[in-house]
């Protein structure tokens, strides 16, 4: 049944029009219910936002309803950033839409070999290596595959080399390896005496001559001499000294050797080659157990009764392996 309120000065009101329930009137407020007795609202405003937890220009209400809040939350909408290598973004406070990205450009190297050579190989900075990079080695990086003294990669060389082809120390008038041009006569012998000039060794033109002009009122004549280059050769690398002859004469015999002392008086050398057959072609002095620096010397004896001039040509020294 219907009823109303009496209101003083006459009227009333009809409480079939107070739809409201408890739940629609703030906690601890009274209203008249739809039967006329007092209701006690039940609603209760609980919200826990901040105005830095809406977004900027918007409005709301959070535990009084008597009072609208304005929020302030920045709309950054789509935010976009390029990051550097190793770097970092701080992203800002606010809104996002979700269609910012952070991205990063970086610069890629695959795998790849490095061969060493003689110029400095760098792999560049700024980039990320998505393959792996290999310096190559060689197990014969070595000392003894370097020529001394020679360092590589932290290697230093003991190799002191082959020598498979001829050093040339004279070749048709050619000299070389530290060798003057020319040689000196160290001693003569003629007949006797030390004083007479008729065996000579000399360099002339192309060749080295060894020779001795037999005179007709001379008789059982001993002609000697000895010379050597003007220059020591380090001997140490080489197993061989080898010397190419051609001849007119006959000579006694002819020598050729080596020896440290730069005087020596007679033939009296540290290792020699020596022969009576005169054959035109190479001789050789088997050097191979000598090492260090050593005199080289030619010479040769003879004795005739005739009158004859004897002549022997070198027309090359060398040093050999082989």
């Not at 409480?15 to 009274?30: E, F, H």
């Not at 120390?169 to 030390?194: A, H, M, P, R």
């Not at 004083?195 to 002009?213: D, F, H, K, Q, W």
């Amino acid at each position: 049944m219907a009823m109303g309120i009496w209101l003083p000065g006459g009227g009333g009101a009809d409480l079939d029009a107070v739809t409201a329930s408890a739940g629609d009137v703030l906690a601890g407020k009274v209203i008249v219910g739809p039967d006329g007795e007092p209701l006690t609202g039940t609603l209760s405003l609980s919200g826990n936002a901040s105005d830095g937890q809406v977004l900027s220009g918007q409005t709301y209400y959070n535990t009084d309803a008597k009072t609208k809040r304005t929020g302030t939350m920045p709309n950054k909408e789509a935010v976009n950033q390029s990051l550097a290598i190793n770097g970092s973004y701080t992203i800002p406070e606010g809104y996002h839409n979700g269609n910012g990205k952070v991205t990063q450009s970086v610069k890629t190297k695959g795998a790849q070999t490095f061969t060493p050579g003689r110029s400095n190989q760098s792999i560049g900075a700024n980039q990320w290596l998505s393959g792996a990079q290999t310096i190559m080695g060689d197990p014969n990086l070595k000392p003894e595959n370097i020529k001394k003294g020679v360092p590589i990669f932290g290697n230093v060389g003991t190799h002191e080399g082959y020598v498979t082809s001829p050093l040339n120390l004279f070749n048709k008038g050619v000299w070389s390896n530290l060798q003057t041009s020319g040689i000196t006569e160290t001693w003569k012998w003629d007949n006797g005496s030390y004083s007479n000039t008729y065996p000579v060794i000399e360099a002339i033109n192309s060749v080295i001559l060894m020779r001795v002009t037999i005179r007709n009122d001379q008789t059982s004549t001993q002609y000697k001499c000895n010379a050597r280059l003007n220059s020591t050769v380090n001997l140490s690398d080489y197993k061989y000294l080898k010397f190419n002859v051609n001849h007119t004469g006959n000579f006694q015999r002819i020598y050729f050797g080596v020896s440290k002392n730069s005087n020596l008086q007679a033939f009296t050398y540290d290792s020699v080659y020596s022969e009576t057959t005169e054959i035109t072609g190479v001789k050789v002095v088997d050097i191979s157990r000598l090492s260090g620096d050593y005199f080289i010397y030619l010479g040769f004896e003879t004795t005739y009764e005739t009158t004859r001039n004897e002549e022997y040509y070198v027309d090359q020294i060398f040093l050999s392996n082989t």
